[in-house]
């Protein structure tokens, strides 16, 4: 077959009547392909869009989509056996996932992922930069048993951790935070400037302090053992009902 070059618009078939079109690759297997009876087109190689993509129906892919420009996804996207790759090194582009409810999405901007709702984490996790949390009707939930932070942390909504967590950065919280469940406890640990630490031992039900403790309200119950390395000292009523071991001493200022 020889070569053939146009120079104008080429049409296959007609409005409700159209054709088949296969443009075959060099590679075994490798070609592009109109199926008109399916309304389908199908890329059997690599997909590379330079410009602008919107796509109002589903997506599939088999193998690896790369966009260097933008891609908008109005339907389905489908990624079978290969990866999704947006942007290059050093040249990151905006992906954006919108949920059903108005005004939550995740978005991957650059070098920052932003979640805009409640965020579910069950597998191992690694994140090197800070993570915040700005929602205070979201919760971040933590149900793996691997997630190891390198930064800071700060999370104005609930934090809900089921399995195991490790910040080497400062931690703020500004909602409520649960370790475990009520049939799975767990193990809070906080390190100091030196090697002093302050640990709860979720299964034993015990409380540690490496350094000085210092306890503020009206009113102080603890049921369990409790144990000071350094000064305790207790600005409302104390009642223990359990065994309290004290480094040194222990000043209570009413009650």
């Known amino acids: 077959l020889a070569r053939v070059t146009l120079v104008s618009s080429v049409t296959v078939g007609e409005d409700a009547s159209g054709e ?48 260097n420009s933008g891609l908008q996804v109005f339907g389905t996207a489908t990624v079978r056996d290969g990866g999704l790759i947006v942007g290059s090194q050093g040249a990151g582009q905006t992906v954006r996932f919108f949920g059903e409810t108005v005004g939550t999405f995740m978005q991957w901007d650059g070098d920052e992922l932003s979640v805009l709702g409640s965020a579910s984490f069950d597998g191992p996790t690694t994140v090197t930069g800070a993570f915040s949390v700005v929602d205070a009707s979201s919760t971040f939930i933590v149900d793996t048993p691997d997630m190891s932070i390198t930064s800071d942390v700060d999370i104005l909504g609930g934090l809900a951790i089921t399995g195991e967590v490790q910040v080497d950065g400062d931690a703020a919280v500004d909602g409520d935070l649960t ?56 600005t409302g009523a104390l009642t223990t009902t359990g ?13």
Do not use: C, K
Not at 36 to 59: F, H, P
Not at 193 to 215: H, K
Not at 243 to 255: F, I, N
């Open 20 to 67: 088949d079109v296969t443009m075959h690759g060099v590679t075994p297997g490798s070609y592009l392909g109109w199926d008109a009876s399916l309304d389908r087109l199908t890329v059997a190689g690599l997909l590379q869009v330079e410009g602008q993509a919107a796509i109002t129906g589903a997506l599939s892919v088999g193998g690896t989509v790369q966009a």
């Open 179 to 234: 370790l475990g469940t009520s049939s799975s406890a767990r193990t809070l640990l906080v390190h100091g400037a030196s090697t002093n630490s302050f640990e709860y031992d979720g299964p034993a039900g015990t409380l540690f302090v490496g350094g000085d403790m210092t306890v503020s309200g009206t009113a102080h119950a603890i049921t369990g053992s409790i144990a000071a390395a350094g000064d305790v000292a207790v």
């Open 243 to 255: 065994a309290a071991t004290l480094g040194s001493t222990l000043d209570v200022a009413s009650g």
